[in-house]
């Protein structure tokens, strides 16, 4: 189940970011990464690192210039916008128990993930549900935030069997 669960990086110049956010999405055991509106290094440098780990790992990766875009070609059912606390939105474990509820019919969730400081813009935000990791309030970097939601995603989905 854990398949129908596809991180997305959105708007990153670091290539660092990158390397390290394909490695806790193929890690995790995510088979499908997006990189969007990578820049600079980022794109130089960052892209071919995430390009090896998912050929190492055996899992797919995707490119795109915007997120507009990774929506409109993924079309999934389910967008979710993750961003700390600070900044408003539901509970992750609390969505993922209603989204546990009708996964039988789902077939693709975006989990986005701002990849600047500060973040994603109201505009971006617009384009999913925001949610944020339990007990993060604080910015704690994306890399933080991926990790800890992806890995909360991954156990709440294994634990539930769905």
Not at 113 to 141: A, C
Request: glycine share 8%; net charge neutral.
């Amino acid at each position: 189940m854990l398949d129908k669960f596809i991180p997305v990086l959105h708007n990153t110049n670091s290539s660092q970011r990158v390397a390290d956010t394909a490695r806790i999405a193929f890690g995790l055991g995510y088979k499908t990464l997006v990189i969007s509106k990578a820049v600079g290094p980022a794109a130089q440098i960052g892209l071919p690192e995430a390009q090896k780990l998912a050929i190492r790992y055996n899992a797919n990766i995707i490119f795109l210039s915007d997120l507009s875009e990774v929506i409109e070609l993924l079309q999934p059912d389910v967008t979710l916008v993750v961003v700390p606390g600070k900044y408003g939105g539901a509970n992750l474990s609390e969505t993922l128990s209603k989204l546990s509820q009708r996964l039988s019919e789902i077939k693709k969730v975006l989990l986005v993930f701002g990849g600047s400081e500060p973040g994603l813009t109201q505009k971006e935000m617009k384009l999913g549900e925001v949610v944020h990791p339990d007990r993060v309030i604080e910015d704690i970097g994306t890399v933080g935030t991926v990790a800890i939601t992806l890995y909360t995603v991954s156990q709440t989905i294994q634990t539930r069997q769905v």
